[in-house]
């Protein structure tokens, strides 16, 4: 098993991911000292309840109290606040990072609200599923998954920042994530791909066969289930992720009404080796995806 | 459990469907005597190997003779020829039914095939996955699925086709089906939106994302998979369903483009009450969708 980087560290949000890692660290390394913040106190209580954490509390200062690295787990839109919340109670040379699904703008606005008390390097384990709440947690969500790392380009103290990128890196390592590491601009252009599109895709997919075949719904098959299965996910964080990944959206948004062009033209023309032509190169590279 | 309704059936195709049939009718009704059909050599001896069929043959004629349900499950485009050669060896008042997504034209076709020998009653059941061969076959395949059976609006003999429908119906039953009835041209319009519109965006999607951002597929979460699972189907069977089906599936293609045209209006406008009010009803019909 990978060593441990750190030795005290906070959670702040206890939802699938931020429960999730409470979970993990409890199982893989029980020697750790973990704190967790929520917003509401039912949700600190169950933490509480499952003893995974020598700290569960809605007190931002408590929880930031002596923490080596802090792990941002609430919607991104929220970050940069809880951020300025917790800086001046930070020990020097902590690390915060994060799991939101974009990064430029995460970036820009925590490192800005840590006003230098810390430093912030982003994170994103492409690991969740469409539930939430510590409730839908697993110990195991994060073994095997990738786990994007994004370092800031120009960080105001290049040689003890590349030290910390390192421990982050080795963080995820240790609850069994492969890292790679990409700048949060390259991060957020690959997510808007594979990852934002396809949630815009599943809603739109949802939304159109509702209006214009409801009964239909009723038929489904696992096909339908599973391309649409992220549409469940929560409205408002995915709103958040929307509108900071905007651009990148905008485009791969645009790419794809293109190949449902070019589908709609094959059909029109009757053009059978054009389809089986796009069916097999999709297949083709859907066949060698990693499997998780 | 239901009553069975036939004593002999034959299976025509021992792939994932096919072979999943044998394996359920010997679980769950071992009385019943099978034959099995098989256009390879090698995929017919598994079956017999198996003691799934008291034959398992390459000889259209020796599976056909006798059966009083046959069970189309080749490829749509081959069920016409199948049918052909089948049709005298049937018994007389036998029944052919498939398990073809697509309806219209197969009714069409095979009834013409079948030259009054036999009745035909269209069935989809909506289960199956990406995968292909007896050796993704599972004997719980159809348990709780819904199976949409098609029968001919317009039979030349309509009260002795309605008793081999409420046959072809309890069949499906008895394998834990739940049932529903459809015209053929109904059963097209609706997998045009539940079924062909989910494959054809997932093979788009796979096809965008590799030309557009071939680096980022390294790092694809379960929700990339899950989203593009049915483009590891086997193209040259979904090039016959787009092509049977193209009609309909045109339509639902422009409909999807119009929605993606409505979420790229909201980007570029930041309209994050709109996002939201898109995200939001997707999630609630997505939750409300009938677990398998």
Redesign the interface.
Known sequence: MNPFPFQRIAIFGPGLLGGSLALACHARHPEVRVRVWGRREAAVRALADAALAELASTDVAAVAEGAELVILCVPVERMAALAAQMAEHLPEQAVVTDVGSVKAMVHEQVASALRGRAHFVGSHP????EQTGFESARADLFEG??C?VTPDPEPPDPSLYEAQVARVAQFWCALGCHV?QLTPAAHD???G???H?????????????????P??????????????????????M??GI??QN?AA??D??????E???D??TL??G?D?SG??Q??????L??????K?
């Not at 009964?215 to 408002?236: I, K, M, S, W």
């Not at 791969?252 to 009404?257: F, G, K, L, R």
């Not at 590279?285 to 990693?290: A, N, S, T």
């Open positions: 492409m690991a969740g599923s998954a990738t994007l790679t252009a690959a997510v791909w594979i990852s599109l396809p949630h815009l895709l599943a809603a739109a997919l949802v939304n159109t066969v509702a209006e214009r075949a009964d239909a719904l009723a038929f489904c098959g696992p096909g339908f289930r599973d391309t649409t299965r992220v549409a469940a996910g929560p409205p408002e995915w709103t929307f509108t905007r959206l905008r791969s948004t645009e790419a794809m009404i190949k449902l062009r589908f709609a059909l029109d009757i059978e389809v089986r796009r069916l097999t190169a999709a297949k590279v859907r066949d060698r995806l990693h998780h």
